[in-house]
């Protein structure tokens, strides 16, 4: 498999060398949808200068977190989220029959993939480090990768299940557009400005508080006051991360074992 994914980044770089124009487009569309939504933010917090304790620079930090595990899913696992096209189509019934693991196989389906947005995102989180003074010492250097991968995974877990769904479901557009909803709008901002019921649903239905809320409260040193638990339950996004990985993955065989395909 390591064989294959080495071919597999091949293809991609020599597409992206191919096609120079499309790359162009799709990172200046990249730097556009980041560059509105926290301008968007901007003007928000110059209307409310503190959201409930946060500040602007604060809440930038909030987003380079979201943003860089947001990003590092979309460069490695996207994929996944075309499972239910490859199901209603039929044409998720190949990766049945060959050798590999069907999931692998999936990731590595060729798609013009580069990495500009993780390079994005990296150059943002260093700016939000810079904006919102967070200390800079050995724990954060250690811990913001893993808290990047762990926001990576937890991607990864929510969209393999809903992936999964479609093996029952087909058509699973709709809860598809709910989740992606759920975290693009609402990662945006401090949980605790929300309902309790909400909040319990970003913290621990939809864990998306992890990849960003919960680690930006303990690295900027703040008192967590959307569900009042300790700051240091930030730390643990990379165990959330692969604990929802294991728990979808299994979900994942379970649904193989009863896929039916659809006919076509």
Same mark, same amino acid.
């Given at each position: 498999?390591?064989?294959? #994914? %080495?071919?597999? &980044?091949?293809?991609?770089? !020599?597409?992206?060398? $191919? ?23 901007? %003007? ?12 602007? /620079? $604060? ?6 977190? &979201? ?26 019934? /190949?990766?049945?029959? +060959? ?20 390079? !994005?995102?990296? =150059?943002?989180?260093?700016?939000? %480090?810079?904006?919102?003074? %967070?200390?800079?010492? *050995? ?12 926001? =990576? ?29 759920? $975290?693009?709008?609402?990662? /945006? #901002? ?8 909400? /909040? ?8 998306? =508080? ?5 680690? *930006? ?6 008192? $967590?006051?959307? !569900? ?14 692969? =604990? &929802? ?7 994942? +065989? ?11």
């Amino acid at each position: 498999m390591l064989a294959a #994914y %080495v071919q597999y &980044w091949r293809i991609n770089v !020599l597409t992206m060398l $191919e096609y120079r124009a499309n790359f162009i487009m799709w990172f200046a569309f990249t730097i556009v949808y980041h560059g509105v939504a926290l301008a968007a933010l901007y %003007v928000t917090m110059r209307q409310f200068p503190s959201m409930n304790g946060w500040s602007f /620079r $604060e809440m930038f930090f909030l987003y380079a977190l &979201w943003m860089c595990g947001h990003e590092l899913h979309n460069v490695l696992f996207f994929n996944v989220v075309t499972v239910p096209d490859f199901v209603r189509e039929g044409r998720f019934d /190949r990766f049945l029959v +060959r050798p590999l693991d069907t999931l692998f196989q999936v990731l590595t389906v060729p798609q013009q993939i580069s990495p500009d947005g993780i390079l !994005l995102a990296i =150059a943002t989180l260093v700016a939000a %480090v810079a904006a919102a003074h %967070v200390r800079v010492d *050995a724990l954060l250097v250690l811990f913001v990768p893993l808290v990047v991968i762990g926001g =990576a995974l937890i991607d990864l877990g929510i969209s393999l299940v809903v992936a999964t769904l479609s093996f029952w479901f087909v058509r699973v557009d709709t809860l598809r557009w709910v989740v992606m909803s759920l $975290e693009q709008d609402f990662t /945006r #901002y401090p949980i605790s400005i929300y309902t309790r019921g909400v /909040r319990i649903v970003l913290a621990f239905v939809f864990p998306f =508080a992890f990849m960003n809320y919960f680690p *930006a409260t303990y690295f900027l040193q703040k008192a $967590e006051t959307g !569900l009042h638990l300790n700051p240091t339950v930030g730390l643990l996004t990379p165990a959330i991360g692969a =604990a &929802w990985f294991l728990a979808s993955y299994a979900f994942w +065989r379970i649904g193989l074992r009863y896929y039916q395909g659809t006919g076509s």
